[in-house]
């Protein structure tokens, strides 16, 4: 019992240490983006500064309508210089959301792989079932504490399940199908045994439980995945 208990906290640990490192590596390349975005930007009054520098060493523009056209290319550069911060201000919004949104994006993702490998595991290890009862007069099947009704074929087919587990059996398609038809194995056909066995996990309902519950052997057939001491049967 200590030992998975220690793996599951250390793979907290780990899957915490992950979703910090990915944050603060999102955070480091926003970070230098937006500092070579702001070094790059032209400087605001670079403008008004080149158009003062040009009246200055041209002695020539100091007439009247020089001095008019040097007031209207400084509103214009004081236009520009306002655009300009409302731009360095856009660049830092977009930066902070994109920012959020990568984040975001690697909680999903590392939640994701946790979830995927958690459901591989539970694949792997199968099902834990205290009692499985099957009551075919009330055509009902009691899986630990929660009740599921069935269809007739559904529970002939969970029973003939129930059967093979108790005598260690794992039966095909064909012998599913002759159990429950009554005809031979040479009149039947896989196909018919695996349509009974996909109407039994419909019924069943969840795709998880119902995979998990009842497995599919490659090149074998179909089992219940419990320990044949937890099968009841009226």
């Known amino acids: 019992m200590p030992a998975p208990i220690s793996s599951a ?3 907290l640990r780990r899957g915490r240490r992950t979703v910090a490192l990915g944050m603060a590596t999102v955070v480091v390349i926003l970070l230098a983006a937006a500092v070579f975005l702001f070094l790059n930007l032209p400087d605001a009054n670079a403008f008004n500064a080149r158009i003062e520098r ?3 060493e ?11 056209l040097l007031e209207i290319l400084a ?3 004081t236009t ?3 655009v300009l911060i409302s731009y360095r201000m856009v660049i830092f919004v977009l930066l902070v959301f994109s920012t ?6 690697l ?3 590392v939640t994701i792989v946790a979830l995927n490998r958690r459901i591989r595991e539970m694949r792997q290890a199968g099902i834990q079932v205290a009692s499985l009862s099957i009551s075919r007069a009330e055509n009902t099947v009691t899986l630990n504490s929660m009740e599921f009704p069935l269809t007739a074929a559904a529970i002939e087919t969970l029973a003939v399940l129930a059967e093979a587990r108790m005598d260690d059996e794992v039966l095909t398609g064909v012998q599913i199908e002759a159990m429950i038809s009554g005809k031979s194995s040479a009149d039947c056909e896989e196909a018919a045994g695996a349509t009974r066995i996909k109407r039994l996990r419909d019924a069943l309902g969840n795709q998880l439980v119902s995979e998990l519950l009842i497995k ?3 090149r074998k057939g179909y089992v219940l995945a419990i320990d044949k001491a937890a099968i009841r049967m009226d």
Request: proline share 0%; aromatic share 8%; hydrophobic share 55%.
């Open 107 to 109: 909680v999903f993702l």
């Open 54 to 56: 040009l009246f200055m």
């Open 80 to 82: 520009f210089s306002e």
């Open 9 to 11: 906290i250390d793979a």
């Open 100 to 105: 959020a949104l990568l984040g975001a994006a």
């Open 58 to 68: 041209n002695d020539q523009l100091r007439g009247a309508t020089e001095i008019k």
């Open 216 to 218: 599919t052997i490659a």
């Open 75 to 77: 509103q214009s550069g």
